[in-house]
């Protein structure tokens, strides 16, 4: 019997859906994507691409908003970055492991969205929810190819499917990247996405609420910390901002005329 999958549809831009996907993020959280790579995403959407956000969780353990401010404040951002769908798979907030109910959650957005780049976080990072992520996505990119693991999704049975490629965000913890992103024109629209996460994030010029507890990321330092890492990353390659990710799998060209471009 197939897993019978439906997931909360936090935004979607068209009916019928536009699916596949060029790409595919998957986070913990519901800011995390904007955070991590919301350049890239502003970018390719920008260039005509669909991108799809899915989500492990509803931040419900967060310490600042509930799960009803951070599902608008996720659907606001979505517009921002003209996402093609958004999902929440509601999965327990600090308690992501790779069950094979999980398991069968996020083999449901491969297959569904079939993107030919699927975005998560990386293994080793501050927040466990981040790390147990990247282990819940290896292990169902994994049995994602397998066809007797059957999945069923708004009233459908879909087809195997294993994402071309495997990039890692950066978050919080910083590491090498493989490659970097020029994403200076699109550097704007990544802030103003994030800053639609207004119950978590610094906003600069609103109004703070003080009622409830700071974190790492409501402060202004750390609002500051991510235009500067951007720059850094940027001047690496002779642009003003970029972002830094990694492959899982190495990366290989047919040709280096692949780069004459």
């Known amino acids: 019997m197939p897993v019978v999958i439906q997931p909360d549809i936090i935004y979607r831009r068209t009916e019928p859906p536009e699916n596949p996907v060029d790409m595919l993020v998957l986070a913990a959280h519901p800011d995390d994507a904007e955070l991590a790579c919301g350049g890239v995403i502003a970018q390719m959407t920008a260039e005509g691409k ?15 908003g509930t799960p009803k401010i951070r599902r608008e404040e996720a659907a606001k951002a979505a517009q921002i970055l003209d996402l093609t769908e ?27 969205f079939r993107p030919n780049i699927l975005m998560f976080p990386p ?23 397998l066809s007797k693991f059957e999945v069923n999704v708004f009233g459908q049975s879909l087809p195997t499917y294993r994402p071309k490629r495997l990039f890692c965000y950066m978050q919080t913890y910083e590491f090498e990247p493989d490659f970097y992103v020029d994403v200076s024109a699109h550097f704007e629209t ?40 951007a720059r850094h990353f940027g001047g690496k390659i002779g642009a003003q ?3 830094g990710f990694y492959s899982v799998e190495p990366l290989g060209f047919k040709s280096l005329s692949d780069l004459l471009r």
Request: aromatic residues 10%.
């Open 50 to 64: 669909r991108v799809a956000i899915v989500e492990c969780t509803q931040g419900e353990m967060g310490s600042r």
């Open 190 to 229: 990544k802030l103003q996405s994030y800053y639609a996460h207004a119950s978590q994030v610094y906003v600069p010029g609103a109004a703070q609420n003080q009622a409830e507890p700071q974190t790492l990321i409501s402060s202004p330092e750390f609002l500051e910390f991510l235009k500067a890492r």
């Open 86 to 112: 958004r999902w929440n798979l509601h999965i327990p907030d600090g308690n992501i492991d790779a069950s094979q109910e999980n398991v069968a959650k996020v083999i449901a957005a491969m297959r569904y």
């Open 123 to 145: 293994e080793f990072e501050r927040h466990h929810d981040h790390e147990n992520a990247h282990r819940l996505v290896r292990a169902a990119y994994f049995q994602s190819g």
């Open 241 to 243: 901002f970029a972002e």
